[in-house]
T-cell receptor
């Protein structure tokens, strides 16, 4: 069975500090990896994705993530956060099995403090 | 393009009442999904559809039914609402051709069952 674990439920950080949101997954089949962001009272929107190729992927708003196959991780990073980055972040894996299914992690709430 | 839209945005039901949530997408996507979001649990897949006229069960299908009579619409029905179905419901769609697997989400429907 596939699963996604986000290791931190909440991450408080000061403005302009770096941040890393951790994500580990388990799967017996190949996966596509995603990070989505959800701002308050909104739906999710894509931050970045890894389908193949370079293991370092860059997304919107200065975020990047690195796919590590041996550690089955896909951690999200940003070198300097802004107040506007306060949101909930979801790691997700998509697998192809009788169609395409996506499994989401429980989410990490990022609080950026002034 | 409107993307993915959901109707209604809010609804309060009494236990035992029924209702239908409507999702519409104008991106000609093949796949459509219904999720529920509960605090600390991420998104859980209720039902999904891989094309017009087809539906399949997800992780938490009990108490829900779906229909996809037209490619652009995906309906979620609650036959007899229960307080455990109080949640935020998100619809999403995916373009799986041309190597794109990201999901596009609607703004959500907040349902309260009393």
């Amino acid at each position: 069975a596939q699963s996604v674990t986000q290791l931190d439920s909440q991450v408080p950080v000061f403005e302009e500090a770096p941040v890393e949101l951790r994500c580990n997954y388990s799967s017996s089949v190949s996966v596509y990896l995603f990070w989505y962001v959800q701002y308050p009272n909104q739906g999710l929107q894509l931050l970045l994705k890894y389908l193949s190729g370079s293991t370092l992927v860059k997304g919107i708003n200065g975020f990047e993530a690195e796919f590590n196959k041996s550690q089955t991780s896909f951690h999200l990073r940003k070198p300097s956060v802004h107040i506007s980055d306060t949101a909930e972040y979801f790691c997700a894996v998509t697998i192809q099995t009788g169609g395409f299914k996506t499994i989401f992690g429980a989410g990490t709430r990022l609080f950026v403090k002034a | 393009n409107a993307g993915v839209t959901q109707t209604p945005k809010f609804r309060v039901l009494k236990t035992g009442q029924s209702m239908t949530l409507l999702c519409a997408q104008d991106m000609n996507h093949e796949y459509m999904y219904w999720y529920r979001q509960d605090p600390g649990m991420g998104l859980r897949l209720i039902h999904y559809s891989v094309g017009e006229g087809t539906t399949a069960k997800g992780e938490v299908p009990d108490g829900y039914n779906v229909s996809r009579l037209k490619k652009q619409n995906f309906l979620l029905g609650l036959e007899s609402a229960a307080p455990s179905q109080t949640s935020v419901y998100f619809c999403a769609s995916t373009k799986t051709r041309q190597g794109s697997y990201e999901q596009y989400f609607g703004p959500g429907t907040r349902l309260t069952v009393t």
